[in-house]
């Protein structure tokens, strides 16, 4: 591990607002921690930041001291790239403001933000930000990788409202990212990850979505998953924009809604969101409740910050996980029969399948407008295995690999923010050759020596 002469040390706590925490400091492990309990990663220094100065001073120190950078927003990334062995965590967590501006309906929201701030803040004006679905996500690293959730059908991805960014880039400079301003730069944040620099705030438009939703979650009988899906792949390729459902296999929740002898069963959840009159949404959700069995539902006017904290307690921080994940070109028959072969063979009762449906205002942003490729994909897989004793690390692993690997042959791509740790082919499997062409070039130019390469990296090509 390495260690730093006192003097290295006090210089630079002279130049810096926020805390610095080595190894034998009161702090130092619960701000190294990261959502997945698979890593337990020790730098050898933490910068917990609180300004845009900071977060300069941090790279310019660990340029100087060569080290390697972790950077943390949410710390929620399931491949564990918020934290490295040695070298310097630059960590983000304490910068967390949301200021809004109601007239323009915009929101700036800092590097270190939680989707929860961000909700929190937006929803005093009945506004929200297109964004992911667990109010402890990081809005950093959720943005710089695409975003989407519960709106997004509506109203875009996270980077499809980006509006700028002030980024700190790898030689310690402050620079606005916009369409006006270093537009390469600002392409390559929409898509490419924290790969050319640190996001200190991000200007963002919000959505007038009101304080409550039309929303919630039917449950379905896990015995008749593949007569559902097949109705469901359909059914929800034919919904507008407005309506967003959902389909999740997993062992059910003590929801009190659902009679006690469901509860720990396989099921299909069904949870769905809907922008707008609660008669036109009863409508269109009939269908749902109609074709097969369910074994209970809940739904009704959601307060918007209810229902985006609802999920929180199924992936709470600490446990062991590995995700897997896919676009998928079709809900075929032969796709859906795999899925819920392996869907049964869950190995703990906390793994999860889940498959949102995608498509809307994002699969019609041009292909090359941002550096998210594969816009027009209709469903994502995604295999959650998630446990809690290392003892059940092998048995959980070869589930998802075996899993992933028989239903790569209805794939087409990835979306790189649920990657694992799978090696560069995959990370270019997240983008076009096209795109990853640019982003090659975008990385020379930003980030020629590849100091941020605890993320998805894009390496440079020079
Ligand atoms: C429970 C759960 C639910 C999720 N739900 C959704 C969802 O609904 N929609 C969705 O799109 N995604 C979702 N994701 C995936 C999520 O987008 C990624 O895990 C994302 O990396 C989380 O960002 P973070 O800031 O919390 O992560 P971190 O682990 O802190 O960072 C992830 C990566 O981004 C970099 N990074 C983070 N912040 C910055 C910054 N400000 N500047 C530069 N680089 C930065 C980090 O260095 C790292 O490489 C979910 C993940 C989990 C675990």
């Given at each position: 591990m390495t260690t730093f002469q006192n003097n290295t040390i006090n210089d630079f706590r002279e130049k810096f607002r926020g805390t610095l925490l080595l190894?034998?400091?009161?702090?130092y492990d619960s701000a190294r921690k990261v959502w997945n309990g698979m890593f337990d990663r020790k730098p050898a220094i933490i910068a917990r930041c609180i300004g845009s100065s900071d977060v300069i001073n941090a790279v310019q120190f660990a340029r100087e001291n060569n080290l390697l950078i972790a950077v943390k927003g949410g710390g929620h990334n399931s491949a564990g790239k918020a934290v490295c062995d040695d070298g310097m965590m630059i960590d983000l967590s304490l910068m967390r403001r949301v200021l809004v501006d109601k007239k323009s309906e915009t929101a700036l929201v800092d590097?270190?933000?939680?989707l929860g701030d961000v909700d929190y803040e937006t929803q005093l004006h009945g506004l929200a930000v297109s964004a992911g679905i667990v109010s402890h996500t990081g809005v950093g690293g959720l943005t710089l990788g695409g975003g989407f959730g519960w709106i997004s059908r509506k109203y875009g991805f996270t980077i499809d409202n980006l509006i700028s960014a002030e980024v700190v880039t790898a030689d310690g400079e402050l620079l606005t990212a916009s369409n006006e301003e270093n537009p390469d730069l600002f392409w390559g944040i929409r898509g490419g990850g924290g790969n050319f620099g640190i996001v200190t705030s991000f200007t963002v438009k919000c959505a007038p979505i009101g304080n409550e939703v039309f929303s919630g979650m039917i449950i379905k009988k896990f015995e008749d998953a593949g007569e559902y899906i097949r109705f469901h792949r359909d059914y929800v390729r034919k919904l507008p924009d407005e309506m967003t459902v959902w389909l999740v296999m997993r062992h059910a929740p003590p929801l009190p809604f659902l009679p006690t002898d469901v509860h720990g069963k396989m099921v299909v959840a069904v949870p769905f969101v809907w922008l707008g009159d609660r008669d036109e949404g009863e409508e269109l959700i009939k269908p749902l409740r109609e074709i097969t069995v369910s074994h209970g539902e809940e739904i009704g006017m959601n307060l918007w910050v209810n229902w985006q904290a609802g999920f929180d307690g199924l992936c709470e921080h600490g446990a062991r996980n590995y995700w897997k994940s896919h676009h998928l070109k079709e809900l075929s028959n032969d796709c859906i029969d795999t899925v819920v072969a392996f869907a049964a063979k869950?190995?703990?009762?906390?793994?999860e399948v889940f498959i949102p449906h995608m498509e809307g205002a994002p699969s019609r942003?041009?292909?090359?407008?941002?550096?998210?490729?594969?816009?027009?994909?209709p469903f994502v897989l995604n295999i959650h295995t998630r446990w809690q004793n290392m003892a059940d690390d092998d048995r959980s692993l070869s589930w998802a690999r075996e899993f992933h690997a028989e239903t790569e042959k209805f794939a087409q791509g990835v979306y790189v923010?649920?990657?694992?740790?799978?090696?560069e082919t995959r990370v270019r499997d997240a983008y076009t050759k096209e795109v990853w062409q640019r982003l090659e070039q975008v990385k020379n130019k930003y980030d020629p020596d590849n100091i941020?390469?605890?993320?998805q990296n894009i390496k440079p090509s020079l």
């Open positions: 190894p034998d400091n009161h702090g590097g270190g933000c939680l869950m190995p703990t009762d906390e793994c942003v041009p292909e090359l407008d941002t550096a998210f490729a594969h816009r027009n994909t923010n649920f990657l694992s740790d799978e090696g941020f390469q605890m993320n």
